[in-house]
């Protein structure tokens, strides 16, 4: 695939009443793509498998970024206290269990001190997106229960049915979390999800959009119409161009005109 950097923000406007539309469904990360959580959930998964023996450096974290968070936390606490960087022991589920907890509650205690906000322009191109004709959906490594935390906060609603997709009344047209799939990331199954819940029938008219390493192989695994990382997480250009993709973008802000020229 070519990787291509745009900056382009041409309205989708015109081409709202073209059909059959190339790109029907936007599937969208969350921490880092469409929200900006100042990279709290990366400092409370450290702290949490710190605090439970593991040996896990900020790489190893880095390395699980857009991962399904109780898969990474089992990941890390193998992790070994005594042998940072490579694997020891499987941790047992009770372990496991109570590093997720405190995943949890350091995670809930960040979003009280500093709630999460949206990225400068993402709810305009969802609104501009869905004005198109163009589903917008999210997808996340985290569990229902913080998912549910973090729309509350942003106030972004989502369709309960057919009969609200596209429909202005609400954010957004579905959102699937990494605890409702059999696998997270990079598996494609979160994608497929959100297909499933926008009655979207061919992966092909998918734009599949994130901002870690994670994200862009499950679009790709998931045999996305068009794979896109965008740089408003913790890796530059550099790093996420390493990976197989269609586009990089500065932010979801530009993606109206993306998909505006992918629909032309």
């Not at 990331?185 to 819940?197: C, F, G, K, L, S």
């Not at 390493?213 to 790093?239: E, F, H, I, S």
């Amino acid at each position: 695939m070519t990787s291509t950097t745009s900056t382009s923000t041409t309205s989708p406007a015109t081409t709202a009443a073209r059909r059959p539309l190339v790109i029907e469904l936007v599937a969208l990360d969350i921490a880092g793509t469409t929200v900006e959580e100042g990279g709290a959930v990366y400092e409370a998964l450290h702290a949490a498998v710190l605090e439970h023996g593991s040996g896990a450096t900020s790489s190893d974290i880095q390395h699980w970024m857009g991962a399904e968070k109780r898969a990474a936390i089992t990941a890390l606490l193998a992790i070994g206290a005594d042998t940072p960087s490579a694997p020891d022991d499987a941790p047992d589920d009770a372990t496991v269990d109570a590093a997720f907890a405190r995943f949890t509650a350091l995670l809930q205690e960040a979003y009280l001190l500093n709630p999460p906000t949206p990225i400068p322009g993402a709810p305009e191109a969802f609104a501009a997106l869905r004005a198109a004709g163009v589903k917008v959906a999210l997808t996340t490594g985290f569990t229902r229960e913080v998912t549910q935390g973090i729309l509350d906060v942003l106030g972004w609603t989502v369709a309960a049915g057919a009969e609200q997709w596209l429909s202005p009344e609400v954010t957004l047209d579905a959102v699937t979390c990494a605890d409702e799939v059999p696998l997270g990331r990079p598996a494609p199954y979160m994608i497929h999800r959100d297909m499933e819940r926008t009655g979207v029938l061919d992966v092909a008219r998918v734009l599949a959009a994130g901002d870690t390493v994670l994200d862009l192989r499950a679009g790709v695994n998931a045999r996305a119409g068009a794979v896109v990382g965008v740089l408003t997480g913790k890796l530059g250009a550099a790093d996420l161009g390493r990976e197989r993709h269609d586009f990089l973008l500065d932010s979801v802000a530009e993606l109206p005109g993306l998909v505006a020229r992918l629909n032309a």
